[in-house]
């Protein structure tokens, strides 16, 4: 059961909740605000327009970034109230982004906001503390990520999960079945990360993995807690709900204790296993010469009595799975929509792939994979534009936030007080004509391309799917690797078509992570 099915609970309240609110605003806050006018001795501060509430943002949840896009393109900038505290402060407005991203970066972070809604399922990982946690896990991370070890183990996994799922959508191919793509390109993603994070192959793709029952379960489990952690931001009643352990939070609960069991268990399996191959030097490579991502972190969690902090340990490699797992799949979901959408360009990456490769025109699925060298792929402009539209109109995260640690003044004149939260948009912004002009809303490679053909970027600020600055994405060049191994191996021996036609439409799932809701329904046809 999702999110969704609480949704109506607390909208029940927010009526009542929202004349509060009103009220609250009219009487206090205006108040305050002519109190500044009048002392004469101080320029009052000027904050960002109030446009709404964040019941509002409740009322809308299931369009929630249409919702923002919607409000964007009357002002770049605007806040929505809440009943009380911090002010809650949106922005498409590059500028701003580049001010609590890079400039003023150390005045910006997740801050307790943040850590509160996210801890339960991300505990103290990457994604949801500030400070020395996490500089040294980007510091560590960072390292990784630029290993050619890494690199190459990684690759090879690609390579071969790319060729097990277009085994599966063969199968499909040859007896005229649709399939839903997306739940095969989370669990491709699922067996990639996991491998390349805790050197096990889950095989939940083809059901042989003997980790593959748990590991569906755990995906599950793992979507669900997404959903409700995002609930959190729009739900003005979850922590009362937590308190009482009903509604949302209660499943919230369950479904982290679902993923808990299975990540400590793969963690404690690990441990004992390098332990044991320690203590009896057999034939069990050492942590040091395994190449996944856990082996090589255990020992910085491991203290002078061989003590191993489990806590810590869970929490890096969880994040590390939502990063590689959901953005990913998600990705290549929203990727093989607009392309069944604009059939051409499926051709035109196919004809890329099979000009840059060395692989010949009869050469099979497996052997055409291990042909995707890094030359090979980074040749492969126009298809990394059209993966780079995608995330443009559908970026992985499509809301994103910074809690202000001290009064600021943001570029555009607007004051920001400690504690206040600012939210950039991705998904707004890559529909904003001010930024990308009058074909905003089209899907049109073609505008990161040079004249030559060759992939241009943009401003980070202004294109901010992978965020910007000190926090910049690791993964961002790990991501786009295991696209466009899927990507260029599936349109190189399938064309993909809607199931419902061309014209068909689909919505979002608002997580945390933009899926598509109930899933991406095509039929393939073997080139």
């Known amino acids: 059961m999702g999110a969704q099915d609480y949704y109506s609970t607390a909208l029940a309240a927010a009526g009542v909740a929202l004349l509060a609110i009103c009220s609250y605003y009219l009487l206090h806050v205006g108040r305050r605000g002519q109190g500044q006018r009048g002392g004469g001795s101080k320029q009052p501060k000027r904050y960002a327009p109030v446009v709404g509430t964040v019941f509002h943002q409740l009322y809308h949840v299931r369009r929630l970034h249409d919702y923002h896009t919607d409000l964007f393109r009357q002002r770049k900038t605007f806040q ?38 996210m801890a339960d399922l991300l505990g103290d990982g990457i994604f949801a503390v500030d400070g020395d946690k996490w500089r040294q896990q980007r510091k560590i991370a960072s390292y990784d990520f630029s290993t050619r070890a890494l690199r190459d183990f990684s690759g090879a996994v690609f390579k ?52 593959s029952g748990e590991g569906s379960r755990f995906a599950a489990a793992f979507d669900d807690a997404s959903e409700f952690t995002l609930l959190r931001y729009v739900n003005a009643f979850w922590k009362a709900q937590r308190f009482l352990g009903v509604g949302s939070e209660a499943k919230l609960r369950q479904r982290v204790k679902i993923v808990d069991e299975f990540v400590y268990k793969c963690i404690r399996d690990r441990a004992q296993e390098l332990s044991d191959s320690k203590a009896t030097e057999d034939a069990v490579p050492a942590s040091d010469s395994r190449q996944d991502m856990l082996s090589r972190f255990i020992p910085t969690a491991t203290n002078e009595t061989g ?22 799949a998600g990705a290549l979901a929203w990727f093989l929509y607009m392309a069944c959408k604009h059939p051409e360009i499926q051709e035109r990456i196919c004809q890329e792939a099979t000009k840059v490769t060395n692989a010949s025109e009869t050469a099979a699925v497996d052997e055409f994979a291990q042909s995707l060298t890094d030359e090979a792929l980074n040749k492969m402009h126009y298809l990394h534009a059209a993966l780079t539209e995608t995330l443009r109109l559908y970026p992985s995260v499509p809301l994103d936030n910074k809690q202000c640690f001290e009064d600021d003044v943001l570029p555009d004149g607007s004051s920001v007080s400690k504690g206040d939260i600012v939210f950039y948009v991705p998904y707004a912004m890559g529909r904003m004509e001010y930024l990308w002009g009058k074909d905003a809303e089209v899907f049109r490679p073609e505008r990161w391309l040079d004249q030559n053909g060759e992939f241009q970027q943009e401003s980070p600020f202004k294109f901010t799917a992978f965020q910007a600055g000190p926090r910049i994405c690791l993964g961002k060049e790990f991501a786009y690797r295991q696209m466009k191994v899927f990507a260029a191996v599936l349109l190189r021996f399938f064309v993909f078509r809607l199931r419902d036609g061309e014209k068909a439409t689909v919505n979002y799932r608002t997580m945390i992570t933009l899926h598509i809701d109930e899933g991406l329904h095509l039929t393939a046809t073997a080139r």
Do not use: W
């Open 307 to 328: 003590t191993v902090d489990y806590k810590h340990l869970r929490d890096i490699i969880l994040n590390i799975v939502i990063a590689g797992k959901d953005t990913t």
């Open 160 to 211: 071969r999960n790319a060729a097990r799922l277009a085994g599966i959508v063969s199968g499909n191919a040859a007896s005229g079945q649709p399939m839903e793509f997306q739940g095969l390109a989370l669990r491709a993603t699922m067996d990639s990360i996991f491998t390349i994070a805790f050197g096990l192959d889950l095989d939940t793709l083809l059901g042989g993995g003997s980790g």
């Open 80 to 117: 929505l109230l809440v009943p009380a505290g911090r002010r809650q402060i949106y922005t498409c407005d590059p500028a701003v982004v580049e001010h609590i991203l890079r400039t003023n970066f150390a005045n910006y972070g997740k801050g307790t906001f943040n850590y509160e809604n």
